[in-house]
T-cell receptor, first 113, second 108 residues
Framework: DAGVTQSPTHLIKTRGQQVTLRCSPK?????VSWYQQALGQGPQFIFQ???????QRGNFPDRFSGHQFPNYSSELNVNALLLGDSALYLC????????????FGSGTRLTVV | DAKTTQPNSMESNEEEPVHLPCNHS???????IHWYRQLPSQGPEYVIH???SNVNNRMASLAIAEDRKSSTLILHRATLRDAAVYYC?????????FGSGTKLNVKP
C-alpha cells in the first residue's frame, strides 16, 4: 500500500518564477496538508485541504495557494518566488473523520536562486 | 499558536532507555500531544500520541504530566536506527504546531 507520494523530489527555480508541487495522499485518506520546513527548523503549517476546499491556513502570504482534486491529490503553488522560499515542502495526508495522525511524504526540496 | 519547548539535542548509549522531555505550558484542554520523528532526507514519522493518560505502543511510551503542561517520550532500548530529530507537537483541529525538535544521537 503506497504511502504519500510527492513530486518532484528536487527542484531549482529562479527568483520571481512560479512553481507547482504535487502530492498523492495515502490510499484511503481524504485530507491533505502542506508544510514548509526550512533547514534546521521544524515544519511550519501552510494550509489544509478537504473536500476540494482550503479549510485551514497558517501564516503564509497569498503567494502560496493550493488545490485539491476529486481523487484527493493536491497541488501547492508558489508565485513570485523569493530566496527565502527555499525549503523542504512536505505533504501530509490523513482521514478527516478518524484522525490519529498524519502520514508524511518525503518532501520536495525547492531551491530558489 | 500553541508552543512546545524541547532540548536541542540529547545523547544516549545503544540499548539504554532514553527519556525525551517536552514542555507545553500553554496547552489547551482540546490539544492532543503527538510525537513524530524525522530521519535525514525523510518526512516525519508518527511515533505516539495521547490526550491525558499515559500511552504505550510497540515503538515507545508517552508519559503525560497530571497538569498536562509537560510530557516525556520514552524509548525503552535505543538502537542506532532511533537516531533522529524528535518533535513534540500539539494538535488542535487537525493542525500541527511543530517546535524545533530534539536531535537524538545514539552511541554504539
Amino acid at each position: 500500500d503506497a504511502g504519500v507520494t510527492q513530486s518532484p523530489t528536487h527542484l531549482i527555480k529562479t527568483r520571481g518564477q512560479q512553481v507547482t508541487l504535487r502530492c498523492s495522499p495515502k490510499s484511503g485518506h481524504d485530507t491533505v496538508s502542506w508544510y514548509q520546513q526550512a533547514l534546521g527548523q521544524g515544519p511550519q503549517f501552510i494550509f489544509q485541504y478537504y473536500e476540494e476546499e482550503e479549510r485551514q491556513r497558517g501564516n503564509f502570504p497569498d503567494r502560496f495557494s493550493g488545490h485539491q482534486f476529486p481523487n484527493y491529490s493536491s497541488e501547492l503553488n508558489v508565485n513570485a518566488l523569493l530566496l527565502g522560499d527555499s525549503a523542504l515542502y512536505l505533504c501530509a495526508s490523513s482521514l478527516k473523520t478518524t484522525f490519529y495522525g498524519y502520514t508524511f511524504g518525503s518532501g520536495t526540496r525547492l531551491t530558489v536562486v | 499558536d500553541a508552543k512546545t519547548t524541547q532540548p536541542n539535542s540529547m545523547e544516549s548509549n545503544e540499548e539504554e532507555p532514553v527519556h525525551l522531555p517536552c514542555n507545553h505550558s500553554t496547552i489547551s484542554g482540546t490539544d492532543y500531544i503527538h510525537w513524530y520523528r524525522q530521519l535525514p532526507s525523510q518526512g516525519p514519522e508518527y511515533v505516539i500520541h495521547g490526550l491525558t493518560s499515559n500511552v504505550n505502543n510497540r515503538m515507545a511510551s508517552l508519559a503525560i504530566a497530571e497538569d498536562r503542561k509537560s510530557s516525556t517520550l520514552i524509548l525503552h532500548r535505543a538502537t542506532l536506527r532511533d537516531a533522529a530529530v524528535y518533535y513534540c507537537i500539539l494538535r488542535n483541529f487537525n493542525k500541527f504546531y511543530f517546535g524545533s525538535g530534539t536531535k537524538l544521537n545514539v552511541k554504539p
